[in-house]
């Protein structure tokens, strides 16, 4: 039986992706920590201050380059230091190609089979 709570509509699929923000004039750079077809969990070293979509890349070892874009719904701080804060940055994926969506969800059902 499925926790009430949780209100994703797909379990999490981890992943060690590369992802660049691109952002206005800046780029940032981050690795996704997982990820479903609708969302990414992102992990960065810079805050993406943005409101509204962005665009991305992101880095599949063996696949060609991902090219979506998202809007962040919220971020936090996962670990704080003295030289810096690690930020994770939820991200909703608002354009994406078919077939890049289609890829993410053969992931997905590797992972819940794997």
């Known amino acids: 039986m499925s926790d009430p709570t949780e209100r994703r509509e797909f379990p999490r699929a981890q992943a060690k992706w590369t ?3 691109l952002i206005a004039e800046t780029q940032i750079e981050g690795a996704i920590e997982n990820f479903t077809p609708k969302g990414l969990f992102i992990s960065c070293d810079q805050f993406p201050e943005i409101e509204g979509s962005f665009r991305m890349v ?45 890829y993410l969800y053969e992931i997905m059902k590797e992972y819940r089979e794997g």
């Open 58 to 102: 992101i880095k599949i070892p063996g696949r060609p380059t991902m090219n979506a874009a998202g809007k962040v719904m919220w971020s936090t701080i996962l670990d704080a230091s003295e030289s810096g804060a690690r930020l994770g940055v939820g991200i909703e994926l608002t354009e994406i190609s078919e077939s890049d969506l289609q």
């Open 19 to 21: 992802v660049t923000l």
